[in-house]
C-alpha cells in the first residue's frame, strides 16, 4: 500500500488525503502569462478537462483548482468564495482575511481563507531542491531562506512550482503548461488587465526548470508546452491538449436515450467486444 502523502490539511488543520484523486487524467497546469489571450479559455470547462491554475489566473481561466502564494489581499474574492473551484492555499493563511473589491472599491472581509469552501492548506518552504521536490511533506517554491547552502541556485521563488507540486500530488502525470511564458515582454507579461508591469528574471525559473528535468523523468511526469513561449518542453495545441485531456469523455449534449432499457444494454455489451478506454 502506498504511504500517504502528508502535503494537505483541511481547512481545520487536520491532515487530508486528496492524494491521486484526479489520475489518471492528463490536465492543465496554468500561469499568468500573455499566451492565455491566445486561446479559448472557455474549452478549460468541456467535461473531461481538469486544471489547476496560480495566482488571479483562475479569474480568467475556468479552472477547477487554484493556489497563490502572495497575501492574500492580492486575489480576487470571487475565487476564495468559489464553492465549485478547489482552494489550496499555505497554511498560514487560512487564519488570514482577504479583501472584495465592490462597484469599483477595495473593502477588508471579515471573512478567512479558512472560512472558505472548498478550501484545504499546505505547507511550503522557499527551497527547491530535485530530488526531494515530490517527495517532502512541503511544497518547494525557489531558492529563498531555506535553500541548502550546497544546493546554491539564484534567488527566485515561484508560484508556478507549488502548482506542479499539487497537481502531481492529485495524481496528474501528463501535464499542459498553459500561460507559462518565460519571454520579457514590453508591456504586462500578464493574460489579464493588471496595472502592475511584468517581472524579470525568467532565466532564475527556466534554471530551476532544468534542475527538476532528470526528477520528471524518473518519475515519469511529462510537461507539454502549450503556446510555444515556455521554451523548455515540448509543444503541443491548445486543441489537442484539451482532446487529451478528455480521453474518452464525449463532449456534451451527452446521449442518454435508452440507458434505462436493461434489457437493451446487456444484448448490446454481450454483442460487443469490451470497450477500452482512452487515458493517455
Request: proline fraction near 7%; charge should be positive; hydrophobic fraction near 40%.
Given at each position: ?16 488525503d ?15 502569462g ?7 479559455l ?7 478537462v481538469?486544471?489547476?491554475?496560480v ?22 474574492h ?6 465549485a473551484m ?19 472599491k ?12 472548498n ?19 512541503w511544497?518547494?517554491?525557489g ?16 508560484t508556478?512550482?507549488l ?20 519571454r ?7 493574460g ?8 524579470k528574471?525568467?532565466w ?36 489537442e491538449?484539451?482532446e ?17 432499457d436493461?434489457r437493451?444494454?446487456v ?14
Amino acid at each position: 500500500m502506498a504511504m500517504l502523502d502528508p502535503l494537505l490539511v483541511s481547512r481545520n488543520g487536520k491532515l487530508t488525503d486528496l492524494s491521486g484523486l484526479w489520475a489518471p487524467n492528463p490536465g492543465f497546469l496554468v500561469g499568468t502569462g500573455p499566451s492565455l489571450q491566445l486561446h479559448d479559455l472557455s474549452r478549460l470547462r468541456e467535461r473531461g478537462v481538469i486544471s489547476l491554475a496560480v495566482n488571479n489566473a483562475a479569474a480568467v481561466a475556468p479552472v477547477r483548482a487554484w493556489t497563490f502564494s502572495d497575501p492574500q489581499s492580492k486575489f480576487h474574492h470571487g475565487l476564495f468564495l468559489d464553492p465549485a473551484m478547489m482552494t489550496f492555499a499555505p497554511e498560514p493563511k487560512l487564519g488570514r482575511r482577504f479583501v472584495a473589491k465592490v462597484d469599483g472599491k477595495f473593502r477588508a472581509c471579515t471573512a478567512k481563507v479558512g472560512h472558505c469552501p472548498n478550501t484545504f492548506g499546505y505547507g511550503r518552504v522557499s527551497k527547491f531542491v530535485p530530488e526531494t521536490f515530490f517527495s517532502e511533506k512541503w511544497a518547494h517554491w525557489g531558492a529563498g531562506k531555506d535553500q541548502p547552502k550546497n544546493r546554491p541556485l539564484p534567488g527566485s521563488l515561484c508560484t508556478i512550482f507549488l502548482g506542479l507540486r499539487l497537481l502531481v500530488y492529485l495524481g496528474v502525470k501528463r501535464i499542459f503548461l498553459l500561460g507559462v511564458d518565460h519571454r520579457k515582454g514590453k508591456d504586462s507579461v500578464y493574460g489579464f488587465p493588471e496595472m502592475k508591469k511584468g517581472r524579470k528574471g525568467f532565466w532564475k525559473e527556466k534554471r530551476m526548470w532544468e534542475e527538476l528535468k532528470p526528477e520528471l523523468k524518473r518519475r515519469g511526469i511529462e510537461l507539454f508546452d502549450v503556446g510555444g513561449l515556455c521554451e523548455m518542453f515540448p509543444r503541443v495545441e491548445f486543441d489537442e491538449a484539451v482532446e487529451q485531456c478528455k480521453g474518452s469523455v464525449p463532449s456534451e449534449p451527452f446521449d442518454t436515450v435508452g440507458w434505462n432499457d436493461k434489457r437493451t444494454v446487456v444484448e448490446d455489451c454481450k454483442a460487443g467486444a469490451p470497450l477500452r478506454l482512452r487515458w493517455y
